[in-house]
């Protein structure tokens, strides 16, 4: 290895010693990531390799890492992610894709009601969602996918993971489902998806809260029952509809 990129050189400066390791060192943590991604391209273009290391974990998983990756993948240079715990871990970490918080689905449901669901749920999720897949029901998962979470949405797809023909490969669900339409996969397949975007939700019309509860007290509820009812309602937060229940007369 010609490189260790590490969110702290000094300790991981102290494990390479171990080994009798004295490779080149960089400092790579969560101030630094983003300035530190075209020197590192820099590097690989030039022919050397690259390995980052994180302090107490797996990079890009509650850990610097994940703008790295994209930058590195997006210059077209391979990342390739020593074996995690399971293929969700050795996945994410690879992907390019947020991973402080994920949602692992597993193997989604082959039809009905429950596919339905766990693909809508998938969908809305803001976080990013790992899938388990088979090689033959890849490019359904893909087309249903793409159907539900419109136009534009990300994911790779990662096979035979820490295997001789391990692949990443990132696109839209459409350019995906397109790609394994013509090559048809084999191997164990992990699923990552990008989540929804965040959406502000428009503010609540307070005047219309307002005639609800007032309502709600005329026919003769509590006020701590209208506060109850609106919150479940509206979604609202309890303390901001308890505020404006507790101001009418």
């Not at 991981?12 to 590192?40: D, F, K, Y």
């Not at 509650?62 to 074996?83: F, Y």
């Not at 009601?113 to 969602?129: D, K």
Request: glycine share 8%; proline share 7%; with cysteine.
């Amino acid at each position: 290895m010609d490189v260790v990129a590490a969110e702290d050189t000094r300790r991981s400066r102290t494990l390479l010693q171990h080994i009798g390791a004295t490779p080149r060192m960089l400092a790579v943590h969560a101030h630094s990531e983003a300035s530190q991604a075209e020197p590192i391209l820099a590097l690989l273009h030039a022919g050397q390799s690259v390995a980052l290391v994180t302090d107490a974990g797996t990079p890009g998983i509650s850990d610097p890492g994940a703008r790295l990756v994209a930058a590195v993948r997006a210059g077209g240079c391979p990342v390739v992610p020593i074996p995690g715990a399971s293929a969700v871990a050795t996945a994410l970490s690879a992907s390019g894709l947020p991973a402080d918080r994920y949602l692992f689905l597993g193997f989604p449901a082959r039809k009905g009601r429950q596919r339905a669901e766990e693909l809508a749920r998938a969908a809305s999720e803001q976080w990013t969602v790992v899938f388990y897949e088979a090689p033959p029901r890849l490019v359904a998962l893909l087309r249903d996918l793409d159907e539900v979470c419109g136009p534009g949405r990300r994911a790779v797809v990662a096979r035979e993971l820490t295997k001789l023909h391990e692949e990443f490969r990132a696109g839209t669900l459409e350019e995906l489902s397109a790609w394994y339409t013509e090559h048809p996969p084999k191997g164990e397949i992990t699923l990552v998806l990008e989540g929804a975007p965040v959406t502000s939700a428009a503010p609540p019309d307070q005047e219309a809260l307002r005639a609800q509860a007032a309502a709600l007290l005329a026919e003769g509820l509590t006020r701590k029952d209208v506060v109850r009812r609106l919150t479940e309602s509206t979604g609202l937060g309890r303390n901001e509809v308890y505020r404006l229940v507790m101001e009418l007369p």
